[in-house]
């Protein structure tokens, strides 16, 4: 049976009209360097923080080594030795040792070096026969009794002296005034014209209390070399005194057996204190030798605070 013969429509299907194409404008020419950079990779990207982070990672490690720092410190601390504890006997231990390796000052070179800067060189100067020439009449030695400047000493070393010349502990020279004078008790009043920044004047004692035996010292310039200090007793009180030329006669004198001699005169009589009880004013000597053997007598320091005006003790 023959087949139909198949005829092909001649009615096209209708297409539906294509959706109009969008133009893309043709890309602009970008320079070579950006055509070659590589798009960047997320991954690699720098983060915003990571110096902020670096620098907090440099904080932590100071502070685990600050820490660690003081941990070991801690350690050391409870590692050392406890001090040892000072106890009473260790401090008398202590005390002995010194004692037994140390030689103390005796108590008269407290006593000299105490009333030293109090001492000064008396020297009286005159007139040569021929009146041209000035010459040295008299040595002896004072102690200041206040600091501006009064001094005490034998009237017999300045009397008729035409200028008195003083030398204080520190070195320094002056010239010297008469002020008052007590012929009674040997004692002139003398007051320095010039006078130290730190000028010392020595402590004084009253003689109640001083009894025989009591340990005494003589400071001065013995035939004008000193200061020199000589130690003794208190031989005896209330003794008298004559000169042997029969000029001058003491009463109520401190009798001693420390060593004094010409140039003593003037100078201070001490006790271990340090404390002057008496003015050093004559010497007993029967021969012509003028010479110390082992009697010597001082001015209560009563009679002579009063040739000054001081008020009794």
């Known amino acids: 049976m023959p087949r139909p013969a198949l005829y092909s429509s001649s009615r096209h299907t209708r297409r539906s009209p294509p959706e109009p194409v969008e133009k893309v404008p043709a890309p602009t020419e970008q320079p070579a360097a950006s055509v070659m950079e590589p798009s960047p990779n997320p991954a690699t990207k720098p983060v915003a923080g990571t110096a902020l982070s670096r620098r907090h990672l440099y904080a932590l490690w100071a502070l685990i080594a600050l820490l660690t720092t003081l941990l070991l410190y801690s350690l050391w601390l409870h590692q050392r030795p406890a001090a040892q504890r000072i106890t009473q006997e260790d401090i008398d231990a202590a005390v002995l040792r010194t004692l037994e390796t140390t030689t103390p000052p005796s108590a008269a070179a407290r006593a000299v070096e105490s009333i030293s800067p109090s001492i000064v060189r008396v020297v009286g100067y005159g007139r040569s026969k021929n ?15 206040v600091d501006k400047g009064i001094i005490l000493t034998n009237l017999h070393v300045v009397a008729g002296a035409d200028r008195i010349a003083i030398t204080f502990h520190d070195g320094l020279e002056t010239t010297a005034s008469i002020t008052g004078a007590q012929p009674e008790n040997d004692l002139a009043v003398l007051q320095a014209h010039k006078v130290p920044d730190d000028l010392f004047a020595a402590p004084l004692r009253s003689t109640q209390d001083l009894r025989p035996g009591d340990h005494v010292v003589a400071v001065g310039f013995p035939f004008g070399i000193g200061p020199s200090a000589s130690a003794g007793v208190v031989s005896g009180l209330q003794r008298e005194f004559t000169s042997p030329e029969g000029k001058r006669q003491l009463s109520n004198l401190i009798q001693f057996d420390a060593a004094a001699n010409p140039g003593n005169s003037g100078g201070p009589l001490v006790t271990l204190d340090g404390e002057v009880v008496g003015i050093v004013t004559a010497i007993l000597n029967p021969t012509s030798a003028r010479t110390f053997i082992g009697i010597g007598f001082a001015v209560p320091i009563e009679n002579a605070a009063s040739a000054v005006g001081m008020p009794p003790f």
């Open 131 to 145: 009146g041209k020439e000035e010459v040295e009449r008299g040595i002896g030695t004072g102690v200041v009794i």
